[in-house]
T-cell receptor
C-alpha cells in the first residue's frame, strides 16, 4: 500500500505560483497519482491525475519525475478562493483493488 | 451534468441506533465509493463497487457497517448499531472507471450522541 507524505500546511499570497509536493516512495508500477481539493463542508474535488512526466489542465499542472517516488502539484497564480486542503492520492491503475488512501492533506492558506 | 447526490445531508442519532445513507452517482459511472471522513482527517475508503459488485471492502467494519448497490446504480450505506466514534462525514463518490478521477457528493454529516 503506497503511503503518501505531504506538508501539513503552506502559506502563499495572491498571484503567486504554489507548488505542493507529495512523497510516495513505495509507489507500484500500476499506481497512478491523483490530486484533490477540498473546501470546508464539501466533498473533495478532482483536480488532476497523472502516471508519469507532466500533465496540465486548465486548473493545474502535475509534475512526476522518472522514478515516480514523488509528485508536485503546481497551481499558477493562486487566488483567495484556492484556500483549501489539497490531497495527494495513489491508487492502482488497472484493478482498483488496492485501497485508495487519502493522507492528511496540505492546508493551503492564500493571503491577500 | 448532475453531480453525485447524497441524502440526508445531516443526521443525529443516539448510540446503538441504526442509520442509512443514500447515494445516487453520476449517470454512467460504473465505480462507486463510500468514504468516512472524521474531522481534521482525510477521507478513508470504506467500500468500492464496480457496477454492483464489491471491489474492495477491506476497511469496512463489517460487524456494524453494510453497503449495497442494487442494479449497479444507487447505493445505500447502513450502520447498525451506531457508536460514538462513527460520528463523521460520510462521502459518496463515483468515477467512470476505476482508474479515473472520482467525483464526490456533498456528504452526510452524522452525529452520534
Amino acid at each position: 500500500l503506497a503511503k503518501t507524505t505531504q506538508p501539513i500546511s503552506m502559506d502563499s499570497y495572491e498571484g503567486q505560483e504554489v507548488n505542493i509536493t507529495c512523497s510516495h516512495n513505495n509507489i507500484a508500477t500500476n499506481d497512478y497519482i491523483t490530486w484533490y481539493q477540498q473546501f470546508p463542508s464539501q466533498g473533495p474535488r478532482f483536480i488532476i491525475q497523472g502516471y508519469k512526466t507532466k500533465v496540465t489542465n486548465e486548473v493545474a499542472s502535475l509534475f512526476i519525475p522518472a522514478d515516480r517516488k514523488s509528485s508536485t502539484l503546481s497551481l499558477p497564480r493562486v487566488s483567495l478562493s484556492d484556500t483549501a486542503v489539497y490531497y495527494c492520492l495513489v491508487g492502482d491503475r488497472n484493478t482498483g483493488r488496492r485501497a485508495l488512501t487519502f493522507g492528511s492533506g496540505t492546508r493551503l492558506q492564500v493571503q491577500p | 451534468e448532475a453531480g453525485v447526490a447524497q441524502s440526508p445531508r445531516y443526521k443525529i442519532i443516539e448510540k446503538r441506533q441504526s442509520v442509512a445513507f443514500w447515494c445516487n452517482p453520476i449517470s454512467g459511472h460504473a465505480t462507486l465509493y463510500w468514504y468516512q471522513q472524521i474531522l481534521g482527517q482525510g477521507p478513508k475508503l470504506l467500500i468500492q463497487f464496480q457496477n454492483n459488485g464489491v471491489v474492495d471492502d477491506s476497511q469496512l467494519p463489517k460487524d456494524r457497517f453494510s453497503a449495497e448497490r442494487l442494479k449497479g446504480v444507487d447505493s445505500t450505506l447502513k450502520i447498525q448499531p451506531a457508536k460514538l466514534e462513527d460520528s463523521a462525514v460520510y462521502l459518496c463518490a463515483s468515477s467512470l472507471e476505476v482508474a479515473r478521477g472520482q467525483y464526490f457528493g456533498p456528504g452526510t454529516r452524522l452525529t452520534v450522541t
